[in-house]
């Protein structure tokens, strides 16, 4: 079984990319993030001519998430329950005996910032919601865009970014608040190559440079650790013409 994740910074744009990865890696799901579409925009007929199933919360513009299968998901849930929000950051649903949460976590724009404020709100709730999803479901995983470089090893350089959006202190403690919960970061399971990166700004040839952070996520629930064959960055679509700033996080799992 196989798991992935891709902030593709507007599925308009990225369609026939990500299409033509789907084909190349025929993952059992695939969570999206920054879709950037209303509900009545989302390609369903693109996806479902390639064989895939779709679920989908949007909204103009900004955010909007997917969830991308070969067979249908069910007990489909959109955002946080009990968490009133207007912005569309995640998409659930169990695929395989499998419960897959994608989210599109807050950037918080600032330490100082409201936009901090209601992230650090944001992943309160998140952690409170994960909580009884890992009561009723064994067997998670929980991937997205985090916008969090967990520790130093996650940003090429960490001097520089101390204290910056995506690396605050409080920023990695709730990450750490969610490993507590009894998630594992599958991309740590393993010996990994140093300067491993899922984001690269577009600005000053940073993806040439390979200046860059680790903020897209895979996390799996403790009764999945044992599954985990490996997990990996692909940094293929990185070299699109036109791509995201965002590449995939791919997990795969024994069955």
């Not at 992935?4 to 299409?19: C, D, G, K, M």
């Not at 067997?139 to 090429?156: C, K, Q, S, T, W």
């Not at 969610?178 to 000053?204: C, H, I, T």
Request: proline share 5%; with cysteine; aromatic share 10%.
């Amino acid at each position: 079984m196989k798991f992935a994740t891709w902030n593709v910074n507007s599925l308009s744009i990225r369609l026939p990319q990500v299409l033509e990865w789907l084909a190349a890696n025929p993952v059992d799901a695939l969570v999206l993030q920054e879709t950037k579409l209303t509900d009545d925009k989302f390609p369903t007929a693109d996806f479902g001519a390639a064989g895939w199933q779709s679920q989908w919360f949007g909204q103009k513009t900004y955010n909007g998430v997917a969830l991308i299968t070969r067979e249908p998901a069910s007990a489909v849930v959109k955002n946080i329950p009990g968490f009133a929000d207007e912005q569309a950051r995640v998409i659930a649903g169990t695929v395989a005996g499998v419960r897959v949460i994608g989210g599109y976590f807050p950037n918080g724009q600032a330490p100082d910032s409201d936009k901090f404020v209601y992230k650090m709100a944001w992943l309160d709730a998140l952690r409170a919601w994960l909580a009884t999803e890992l009561a009723q479901h064994e067997r998670l995983v929980l991937m997205g865009d985090f916008n969090i470089a967990p520790e130093d090893r996650d940003v090429y350089d960490p001097v520089a970014w101390a204290g910056q959006i995506h690396c605050t202190p409080e920023e990695r403690a709730q990450f750490q608040q969610l490993l507590q919960l009894g998630l594992v970061d599958a991309f740590r399971l393993f010996e990994q190559a140093p300067k491993s990166w899922s984001w690269w700004d577009y600005r000053n040839l940073a993806f040439r440079k390979n200046q860059g952070l680790r903020i897209d996520h895979i996390l799996v629930s403790e009764a999945l650790r044992g599954r985990v064959q490996a997990c990996t960055i692909d940094k293929q679509p990185r070299r699109n013409e036109r791509p995201s700033d965002h590449t995939p996080v791919v997990v795969e799992l024994a069955d």
